[in-house]
């Protein structure tokens, strides 16, 4: 079956950094998204990560590695806006997106 | 830009009767539409998946007859919830892709249905 794995919860402190981590398995690879969700509110795209290594987009970077068949998605000088879910979806290889659970990020001041 | 609008943000209905969801794409064509559900603390589950002029694609356990999908024009899906129960109650989400951006969705604010 297909399967994605995320925390569901951490916890971090503002102006700190924090990972987040992901690991998949799905029927085929058409690359790997990142999306934040505020709560009551639909997801926001993040990245898109299709070939291996590190995109770097201000202060949030996301990383990938198929053989290993994970991600994660790193957050910089955190923000008290940056609490949030943050969800990790896989597109198979029907280009369908697989969903994570989400990972709830609460941040303390 | 790629917006896509919903409409209502937030209805309440009794038990028996149906709702009707819209979900529109503002400044592009929208070859595909999927209709998402959210139930709370859990992640998107993809209820259908349509295409304009063509018979919407349900996920398996999705009861068809309960949730009417129309995708009637290019920037125009609605999702109607039939004889609506309580255990219907969700954030149902849409989103949709240009034609010419496979890979990435575009998400509707999403639409809060309480049946009462």
């Known amino acids: 079956g297909q399967n994605i794995d995320q925390p569901t919860e951490m916890t971090a402190t503002e102006g700190a950094i924090v990972q987040i981590n992901c690991t998949y398995q799905?029927?085929?690879?058409?690359?790997l998204f990142w999306y934040q969700q505020h709560a009551g509110e639909a997801p926001t795209f993040l990245s898109y990560?299709?070939l291996d290594g590190l995109e770097e987009k201000g202060r949030f970077s996301s990383f990938l590695s198929r053989s290993k068949g994970y991600s994660y998605l790193l957050l910089k000088e955190l923000q008290m806006k940056d609490s949030a879910s943050y969800l990790c979806a896989v597109m198979d290889s029907n280009y369908q997106l697989i969903w994570g659970a989400g990972t709830k990020l609460i941040i303390k001041p | 830009g790629a917006v896509v609008s919903q409409h209502p943000s937030r209805v309440i209905c009794k038990s028996g009767t149906s709702v009707k969801i819209e979900c529109r794409s503002l400044?592009?064509?929208?070859?595909?539409m999927f209709w998402y559900r959210q139930f709370p603390k859990q992640s998107l589950m993809l209820m259908a998946t349509s295409n304009e002029g063509s018979k919407a694609t349900y996920e398996q356990g999705v009861e068809k007859d309960k949730f009417l999908i129309n995708h009637a024009s290019l920037t125009l899906s609605t999702l109607t919830v039939t004889s609506a129960h309580p255990e219907d109650s969700s954030f149902y989400i849409c989103?949709?892709?240009?034609?010419?951006?496979?890979?990435?969705?575009?998400f509707g604010p999403g639409t809060r249905l309480t049946v009462t």
């Open positions: 990560n299709v």
């Open positions: 799905t029927s085929g690879f058409n690359g």
């Open positions: 989103s949709a892709r240009k034609g010419t951006d496979f890979y990435e969705q575009y």
């Open positions: 400044d592009f064509q929208a070859t595909t």
